[in-house]
Structures are given as structure tokens and as C-alpha cells.
């Protein structure tokens, strides 16, 4: 049997990855452009692109901290899946967000906000998926993370809960923005670099 690097198997893993991330990206920015291209078909919602921004930024950010597992030594099968699994609840939210036909609903706003708890239980799934990733990616990146990560993680899913229960648009308005502000956080403190 032929030996293969942890780099090859990493550079063949982060192909498949892109792959499902594309997408997930290709939906978000059809979608968009359906607004472009049919202006009078459906309102544009403030809520609706505040979350559309945040899930556009999330794919592009867990590329970027995909290539973090560039260090990883060996890889298994079990890690393999784990990823796929986790791009493909990536891709998901980018489902709910542009979702194939929304003629029962009054717009993608009211789509959203009928179907937020599959939305809100997909995004609590990434908090929680994000940590198996992290550990996987070693103590280094865990330690690089500092005490911001941890109490992201709880934050997150209580917030997450806060919009499973509530349909106040207003609510769905202000998490949407905290998690814009969060996600510029980290663009500034970890992900500008990757050194």
C-alpha cells in the first residue's frame, strides 16, 4: 500500500471541503442576485440580509480557518466525515437563507422567521461542531484561541436558544448584528493572519 503525506491527504480533504463551502457561497450569492435580477419580485428585509452577511462571512471564515488543519499529523477517515459534516451544516443555513420557493410565504423574511428553529438549531450545531474542529486542529490552535473562544461557545448557544423561542423581528435584528460584530472580532484578532 502507497504512503501518503498528512499535506496530500490535507490538500485532497480541503478540495471535497471546497466543494460543499462553494456551494453553499454559490447559493448565497444567487440568491442575491435574484434581487438584482427581479427587484419588484420580493422586499428586501434588513433581517433577512443581516443574517444573509453573517452565513456568507461564516463560509468564508471557515475556509480560511480550515487551513488550520494543515498541521494536523494523521488523518482518519472519522476526521474526514466530520469535516464533510460540518460544510454540509454550513451549506444548510445558507438553504434557509435562499430557499428554493417561498410562494406560501409573504417573503423571505416570514420564510425565516416560520422556519428559524431549523435555522437556529443548524447554527447552534456549528458552535458546537466548531469546538470538535478546534480540539482537532491541536493544542496550539486551541491555546491561540484564548479565553474569548470559551466563552463564545455558551454565549452562542444561549443566544441560538434566545432565537429558536422568539419570533420578535427585532430580536432576529439585534443577534443578527452581534454576530456580524463578533464574527469582524475575530477577523481582527486571529483570522487576519495566519501566522
Known amino acids: 500500500m502507497e504512503t501518503v503525506s498528512p499535506h496530500e491527504l490535507f490538500t485532497h480533504i480541503r478540495i471535497v471541503l471546497g466543494m460543499v463551502i462553494g456551494l453553499g457561497i454559490t447559493r448565497m450569492l444567487a440568491g442575491l442576485a435574484g434581487f438584482i435580477q427581479h427587484p419588484g419580485r420580493y422586499r ?11 452565513i456568507l462571512l461564516e463560509l468564508v471564515l471557515f475556509w480560511w480557518w480550515e487551513f488550520g488543519l ?19 451544516v454550513l451549506y444548510l443555513l ?3 437563507l435562499f430557499p428554493d420557493n417561498i410562494a406560501e410565504y409573504a417573503g423571505y423574511e416570514d ?19 466548531d469546538v470538535v474542529d478546534t480540539l482537532i486542529k491541536g493544542t496550539e490552535h486551541w491555546t491561540q484561541l484564548s479565553g474569548d473562544y470559551l466563552v463564545q461557545v455558551p454565549i452562542g448557544l444561549a443566544l441560538c436558544l434566545i432565537a429558536y423561542v422568539s419570533a420578535r423581528r427585532w430580536v ?18 486571529v ?3 495566519m501566522g
Do not use: K
Open 44 to 54: 428586501v428585509s434588513l433581517l433577512h440580509m443581516l443574517w444573509v452577511g453573517s
Open 70 to 88: 494543515s498541521r494536523i499529523p494523521a488523518w482518519s477517515f472519522g476526521v474526514y466525515l466530520f469535516l464533510i459534516g460540518y460544510a454540509v
Open 94 to 96: 445558507s438553504a434557509l
Open 111 to 129: 420564510f425565516f422567521i416560520r422556519r428559524r428553529r431549523w435555522f437556529f438549531g443548524l447554527l447552534a450545531a456549528t458552535f458546537v461542531l
Open 172 to 189: 432576529h435584528i439585534a443577534l443578527a448584528s452581534v454576530h456580524i460584530l463578533y464574527q469582524c472580532y475575530w477577523i481582527g484578532r
Open 191 to 193: 483570522v487576519y493572519t
